[in-house]
């Protein structure tokens, strides 16, 4: 008997079907994974069963009888609870405030009992592995712990049912472990958990079932276990089963042979800045992607903003052609041929607000403006191309960015960076939260533009993604460089071993 | 491994700590600033020290306090009301207007009338999302010019009629005036609210990220609409005391007053974009507004139009203090 299924629900948004006839059930201490590429109605789904949305179409029963949630909170207090891609909590708000929002503990007067509430928000958080002072205001917390904590406040309720967007996509693997043990936990308590995932890996670990979504519709439902995982990418993506074999899980062709003699277009010499970064060299020839790998918060992020001018450096050298980039800030960064792709496209990259035409525009005024006016001809002119050349998908160049697909969002950033002419493009994350197909789309585009010349330095926390897509891999581990894998020792072993022998000669000079 | 976790911790300690001074400084600056002017004037001027002086300071910040007050609510909901200074001189019209049918009226009338423009504000915003700054601005406009007809234009002035309501507004109990008393009352049933209920979590949930307050399930629109009906209900009470103190309702005064509220609310720490705030801190920024007016009296041939000039200069220091506390809090 499921505890929650919806049945031939149908959603209709201005211009598009976002859900057709989709059924789902989820069985009481299921893990089942809902996938497919974004756009594919997951959302949609995820928001109808949370009372953000209401079906145009279609049943929803919950705990075998007919229900319609009115809003989040409806379906919160029926024992749905969800946890965001993005945490959805308050940051200026203390931690045990953020736990117990709309349910702290109330004493004989009716006020809330702040005392029993953080001693209660510690005991809670020590078990998730959160261990800082509850009184902090959660925005000073790392966005692992933050989403710890989004975890704990969804599961602390008397929740049946807990849905979860991309959980892990801000986590350390040692967060994932925790993340997981919470939910064998719940798994073993009999509750129904919905897991949406991009990562192939964490679905075969945790989950028991699967629900495919593609254009709205269910092209696949049933037990995970039996499905090959090459048979569940190409459902998701529509693509035929031996394409997928033969193309391989990322869209990067191979080498980019660049030229191994040529001067290099990006040489970093012994860059430190206070307690972050240690002494980081390493140099990037035209036509080369050289890959930054290591662990969450290994300096990675860092290094790419250090050399963009956007993070403060105490000492080291950053050359662009040649020229040494002297006091770099974000401007002269810029006018030195350094184009830099933040990791949160929201908050540092895209803005939502304006078309892409203005978006792109952004990167090209200063450029372009002769005494500060700027034709609109030649605009549209420099649009069109990018538009064409990175095959974005849009009703036209004044479409909001903000409602475009996470893929084609991240092809408007890019082609704001490319429309500043850079020499060398530093690429922080350029596929997180964006859908296979799209993925594997900016992927091949990363290799066309090394193929151009440019030289790319690609941060990325998938290492199939960093071993297919980069030439070399330079590793970081606690801010400094700790290995390079060069050649045919560009594999996901020899990544993993790097850091992970990182991890222990790193350790030794302190036990002696 | 313990060798290793020691630096760990440490570092993280200090972090915290800067991190509390941080959060101390931006919380209790203005108490600081308003200790340090006070002890300045009491050194200064021997009038200022008086117990009597104290009491004029208590009893001309009254009606002030209680619109800040009402403002800290919105403002820490990420709002806005400049609908109060209307308010407050409509309050103080129709208070004195109403005392001749006795008390209660004279104090219920303005509430019922200003806490209505309240609702009309608080709906508007949270279900047609219309900015804060315009239902209000234009709340303002519709609340002068009530005001204007009721009063004909400025050419009546209603006299408080009822004795019992005068003498709520002149009389003193310790040299305090009653006053006083009642907004210290209401700001100990603020504070209760805002930092020990459900519902003043919801203010600064709502203040601090709207779309995660509703999706964690905070009622974000009825919060909305309850502080727009505060803050008018609080507008109309200060014009009601207002009219009680002087025995009439005077038209002229008022204007601007919604900003001095603000001005108020920010030096008191609040963050103009919402989220955090505290009473305790709007206290300290209304009295330290009014012992500035007050020394500049004590100085005697200084226009109390450079009150003003020094509030101005006050409000744009604390906001740039705001901003760098603001920034240093990121970098930790």
Redesign the interface.
């Known amino acids: 008997m499921p505890i929650l299924e919806v049945t031939d629900v149908s959603k209709v948004f201005p211009g598009v079907r976002a859900l057709d006839g989709v059924s789902f059930a989820l069985q009481p201490g299921e893990v089942h994974a809902l996938v497919g590429e974004n756009g594919a109605g997951k959302s949609t789904l995820i928001k109808l069963l949370t009372g953000v949305y209401q079906p145009d179409g279609g049943e929803l029963r919950y705990r075998d009888e007919p229900a319609r949630f009115a809003t989040p909170m409806d379906a919160q207090r029926a024992g749905i609870s969800t946890i965001y891609q993005e945490v959805n909590l308050v940051p200026l708000m203390s931690v045990a405030h953020n736990l117990f929002l709309g349910r702290e503990p109330r004493n004989a007067f009716g006020l809330v009992d702040e005392r029993r509430m953080i001693r209660e928000a510690s005991e809670i958080l020590v078990r998730y592995g959160v261990t800082t002072d509850v009184r902090r205001p959660l925005g000073t917390m790392a966005l692992g712990a933050q989403q710890m904590v989004a975890l704990a406040r969804a599961v602390m309720v008397d929740a049946k049912v807990v849905i979860m967007d991309e959980p892990t996509s801000s986590l350390e693997p040692r967060e994932v472990e925790t993340l997981f043990g919470v939910i064998r936990d719940l798994h073993a308590r009999g509750i129904g958990i919905v897991y949406v995932s991009h990562r192939l890996d964490e679905l075969y670990q945790i989950c028991d079932a699967v629900t495919i979504l593609r254009d709205g519709k269910v092209v696949h439902t049933g037990k995970l276990a039996e499905l090959e995982r090459i048979k569940l990418v190409s459902l998701m993506l529509g693509r035929d089963m031996s394409a997928v074999r033969r193309e391989g899980f990322t869209g990067f062709a191979g080498d980019h042979t660049g030229a191994a003699d040529a001067p290099p277009v990006l040489r970093v010499t012994g860059l430190s800045s206070r307690h972050r970064l240690h002494d980081i060299s390493f140099a990037v020839r035209p036509g080369e992607v050289v890959g930054l790998g290591g662990l969450l918060g290994a300096g990675r992020s860092e290094t790419i903003k250090a050399i963009g001018g956007a993070y403060p450096v105490d000492a080291g050298e950053i050359e662009v052609g040649g020229r040494t980039l002297k006091n770099p800030t974000p401007v002269r960064a810029v006018q030195a041929g350094i184009a830099v792709q933040p990791e949160d496209r929201k908050a540092e990259g895209i803005v939502a607000g304006l078309s892409i035409r203005e978006n792109i525009a952004l990167a090209v005024l200063p450029r372009m403006a002769r005494w500060g006016l700027v034709s609109d001809r030649r605009i549209d002119k420099i649009v069109d191309t990018y538009m064409t050349r990175l095959r974005i998908k849009a009703s036209g160049p004044d479409q909001r960015v903000g409602d475009l697909s996470g893929g084609n969002q991240q092809k408007v950033l890019l082609a704001r960076l490319l429309a500043t002419q850079p020499r060398v493009l530093l690429l922080d994350e350029p596929t997180r939260g964006i859908d296979v197909g799209a993925k594997a789309e900016v992927q091949a585009l990363i290799d066309e533009l090394a193929a151009d010349g440019l030289g790319v330095v690609l941060v990325s926390s998938d290492a199939e993604e960093l071993v297919e897509g980069a030439d070399r891999v330079v590793v970081l581990r606690d801010g400094a460089v700790v290995g390079e894998l060069t050649g045919t020792n560009v594999t996901t072993e020899a990544l993993l071993e790097t850091i992970a022998a990182a991890a222990v000669s790193s350790e030794e000079p302190h036990d002696n | ?1 313990t ?2 976790a020691v630096p760990v911790e440490t ?2 300690r200090t972090s ?1 700590r800067s ?1 509390r001074i941080v ?1 101390l400084v931006q919380r209790q600056g203005a108490l600081a600033v308003l200790v340090v002017v006070v002890i300045i004037a009491a050194a200064a001027f021997p009038n200022f020290r008086g117990y009597d002086n104290a009491g004029t300071i208590l009893i001309a910040a009254a009606p002030p306090a209680l619109i800040a007050l009402g403002m800290t609510f919105v403002i820490i909901t990420g709002g806005i009301d400049l609908s109060v200074g209307s308010l407050y001189v409509l309050g103080g019209v129709v208070s004195a207007y109403a005392s001749k049918w006795g008390f209660l009226p004279a104090l219920l009338v303005p509430l019922a009338l200003c806490g209505l423009v309240g609702v009309v504000n608080g709906v508007l915003i949270a279900y047609t999302r219309m900015a804060p700054f315009i239902v209000t601005l234009a709340a303002l406009l519709g609340a002068r010019g009530l005001m204007r007809a009721l009063s004909n234009e400025g050419s009546t002035t209603y006299l408080v009629g009822d004795d019992g309501f005068r003498s709520f507004g002149t009389g003193s109990f310790l040299g305090i005036g009653y006053p006083v008393w009642l907004v210290a009352v209401v700001f100990v049933l603020g504070m ?1 609210l805002l930092s ?3 519902f ?3 203010v ?2 709502v ?3 709207e ?9 974000v629109r009825r919060t909305k609409v309850t502080v727009y009906v505060m803050s008018g209900l609080l507008a109309g009470l200060a014009g009601g005391i207002n009219a009680a103190k002087l025995g009439s309702g005077v038209t002229v005064l008022g204007t601007g007053m919604e900003l001095d509220a603000i001005a108020a609310v920010v030096i008191g720490g609040t ?1 103009l974009t919402g ?2 705030g505290t009473i305790a801190g709007t206290i300290a920024g209304v009295l330290l507004l009014g012992v500035i007016q007050n020394m500049i009296n004590q100085v005697g041939n200084v226009p109390s139009s450079y009150q003003q000039v020094i509030s101005g200069a006050f409000l744009a220091v604390v906001v740039v203090a705001q901003t760098y506390l603001v920034k240093l ?1 990121r970098r ?1």
């Not at chain 2, 779309?211 to 009622?219: F, H, I, K, N």
Request: charged share 30%.
């Open positions: 491994m060798a290793l570092e993280e915290e991190d959060d209760v020990r209920t459900r003043g979590r919801s600064y949930a203040g601090g990220s779309d995660a307050a509703s999706l964690m399930g905070v009622a963050l989220g955090a809090r930790t």
